[in-house]
């Protein structure tokens, strides 16, 4: 496990400023979410880390090493991703799509030695997915090859997991399982979530962006307030508590409460 810090990290694309100043960390072992808005930043914040795009100003560190001054397999070794969108231009089976994971730290197109299979193995059924290890990737559903593309990552062996809005497209139950398997691993892991309650229920800690600023970051209990959700997302928020986790419980509705005092 790592500590994942960024120091005053902007982003720009095309000229236009899209992360501003932004500092982070996520400490070792937590389980770190990052919300807002659609548009706020936080894919863009995420690919940076993951060494998809550059920065303008700033730093990412990984136990005190700079990722933008690291060759890209060792800041592979360091950072795992799930990406948003993952497409498969290869028709590669289930086993062959996690031992990808391998690549940082394997030379170039050496075999699986049988410390890479089992550590493969070991992911697939971690993830719940060995018994399709020989089916075709692009036949899975949506879930399964979530399931298959965490595997992957696991593969890798990163002390820093980073996933970007992993339950997108699934439904309830796999959204749930997908995030229980992310929980049980001893990673350090930082997340970009679309839904408020999945934040407050798997996360130590949350950050939230608008406008590509940090405006508030803390413990879910401090954090998810009714007005910082009608600041930054316009809607009215009733939060309550969860009865068996004690994890903060959001009803949203449209609208915006009146400020009063």
């Known amino acids: 496990m790592a500590t994942l810090t960024l120091h005053d990290v ?21 389980r770190v979410g990052i919300i807002g808005p659609n548009g706020s930043g936080k894919s863009t914040l995420l690919r940076a880390i993951y060494g998809h795009l550059p920065l303008r100003q700033g730093s990412i560190l990984v136990d005190g090493e700079d ?16 990406p948003q969108e993952t497409h498969s231009d290869f028709d590669v089976t289930v086993y062959e799509m996690a031992a990808m994971g391998r690549t940082p730290h394997k030379r170039p197109f050496a075999p699986d030695t049988a410390g890479d ?11 719940g997915v060995l018994h399709l290890a020989d089916r075709r990737f692009a036949t899975l559903s ?5 399931r298959v593309l965490l595997a992957r990552a696991l593969s890798q062996q990163a002390p820093v997991l980073v996933l970007d809005e992993p339950t997108n497209h699934l439904d309830v139950r796999h959204q749930f399982e997908l995030l229980d398997l992310v929980a049980a ?23 939230v962006l608008a406008a590509g600023h940090l405006v508030a970051h803390g413990h879910p209990h401090t954090i998810l307030t009714p007005q ?17 986790t004690g994890a903060p419980h959001l009803i949203l509705r449209p609208g915006t409460p009146s400020r009063t005092g």
Do not use: M
């Not at 990722?67 to 799930?82: D, G, I, K, N």
């Not at 979530?193 to 949350?206: G, I, P, S």
């Open 142 to 146: 949506g879930g399964e090859k979530q």
């Open 10 to 30: 902007h982003i720009t694309l095309t000229g236009i400023p899209i992360v501003s100043g932004v500092d982070l960390t996520a400490r070792t072992g937590q």
């Open 117 to 127: 299979i089992g550590i493969v193995t070991d992911a697939l059924t971690h993830t």
């Open 67 to 82: 990722l933008s001054r690291l060759p890209p397999r060792r800041a592979a070794q360091l950072v795992a991703a799930l």
């Open 228 to 244: 910082l959700i009608s600041d930054v997302f316009g809607v009215h928020a009733h939060v309550t508590t969860t009865p068996d």
């Open 185 to 207: 691993t001893d990673t350090t892991v930082l997340a970009a979530l679309h839904d408020l309650n999945l934040a407050a229920t798997y996360c130590d800690h949350v950050y």
